[in-house]
T-cell receptor, first 118, second 112 residues
Framework: GAVVSQHPSWVICKSGTSVKIECRSL??????MFWYRQFPKQSLMLMAT?????????EQGVEKDKFLINHASLTLSTLTVTSAHPEDSSFYIC??????????????FGPGTRLTVL | DAKTTQPTSMDCAEGRAANLPCNHS???????VYWYRQIHSQGPQYIIH???NNETNEMASLIITEDRKSSTLILPHATLRDTAVYYC?????????????FGKGTRLSVIA
């Protein structure tokens, strides 16, 4: 149990285009999902927290108009990188917090999406 | 959430036990100790968590000192596939939307 998937696993795009990354909790409902990014040889950095049906809360320094987050259901959150530029190239990882039961208060992570902007 | 301190890196011989320490001297009574690991180019993997009692599961054992100011993650028989960065994180339970905050972790290298 407690599986989180991400799609795509990697993407290469041209500068100026938009990229959408999907995050799904496969076997549990997640009221809260988190988006992180990780640059080479660095730790994970939280970008935003999203709750189902409400607007995401962004960390300081993360542009909400550039990184659009939609959490439309208890099992799906999407991150859209708009007008991507080479400096947005990174490893994007989503995480889901379970709703209830034995999984409560444990965050489970997706496998990550590697974005390369040319 | 309380801050944690971990060694930057450790080596372990394949087949031996890997003992990864973590200091969390400012931990509060309602804070759990969580351990995750991240294998290269993958998302973090949950390993184990505990409050004050020692815990064991199919992946590892977690030993928490009586004063709760430090803990040790034990991988009983390390394999090459256990090479990863291990993160010790302290977080209050039922803390709403509070996410996990990652430090630099310990880079464990399992050597054949």
């Amino acid at each position: 149990g407690a599986v989180v998937s991400q799609h795509p696993s990697w993407v290469i795009c041209k500068s100026g285009t938009s990229v959408k990354i999907e995050c799904r909790s496969l076997d549990f409902q997640a009221t809260t999902m988190f988006w992180y990014r990780q640059f080479p040889k660095q730790s994970l950095m939280l970008m935003a927290t999203s709750n189902e049906g409400s607007k995401a809360t962004y960390e300081q320094g993360v542009e909400k108009d550039k990184f659009l987050i939609n959490h439309a259901s208890l099992t799906l959150s999407t991150l859209t990188v708009t007008s991507a530029h080479p400096e947005d190239s990174s490893f994007y990882i989503c995480s889901a917090r379970s709703l209830a039961g034995a999984l409560t208060d444990t965050q489970y992570f997706g496998p990550g999406t590697r974005l390369t902007v040319l | 959430d309380a801050k944690t301190t971990q060694p930057t890196s450790m080596d372990c011989a394949e087949g031996r036990a890997a003992n990864l320490p973590c200091n969390h001297s400012t931990i509060s009574g309602n804070e759990y100790v969580y351990w995750y690991r991240q294998i290269h180019s993958q998302g973090p993997q949950y390993i184990i968590h505990g409050l004050k009692n020692n815990e064991t599961n199919e992946m590892a054992s977690l030993i928490i000192t009586e004063d709760r100011k430090s803990s040790t993650l034990i991988l009983p028989h390390a394999t090459l596939r256990d090479t990863a960065v291990y993160y010790c994180i302290v977080r209050a339970v039922n803390s709403g939307n509070t996410p996990l905050v990652f430090g630099k972790g310990t880079r464990l290298s399992v050597i054949a």
